[in-house]
């Protein structure tokens, strides 16, 4: 069996570690973007039965924007009629072309 001990010295320098270190440097930014769907619009996928279904899908690929109405990336993904008349479940993925951002939404 392996014990590990911790002194008042470690955990003092473990603090002092943390207070100091880049990462508790770090402020916080806020980054506005716009997905453009009137140059690409989402098309619609026609699950049987014709008209509001459950299954239909809508499906996109567009460019993204800054505020001032830059491309700065992209914004592909889809989304899933769940609920007729009332909801869908999206899934998408952003990519920002200046740096090594992306996420993906549920």
């Not at 590990?4 to 207070?19: E, G, H, V």
């Not at 924007?65 to 479940?89: E, M």
């Amino acid at each position: 069996m392996t014990r590990i001990l911790f002194t008042k010295k470690s955990l003092f320098l473990t603090f002092l570690i943390s207070c100091f270190s880049p990462i508790s440097l770090a402020s916080e930014q806020t980054l506005v973007t716009v997905a453009d769907a009137k140059t690409s619009p989402a098309v619609f996928i026609e699950i049987a039965p014709k008209g509001n279904s459950l299954g239909d899908e809508y499906v996109f690929d567009q460019p993204l924007l800054d505020q001032a109405g830059k491309v700065i990336g992209s914004n592909s993904g889809f989304c899933l009629r769940t609920r007729l008349n009332h909801s869908l479940q999206c899934q998408w993925h952003t990519r920002i072309s200046q740096g090594q951002h992306s996420s993906s939404r549920a």
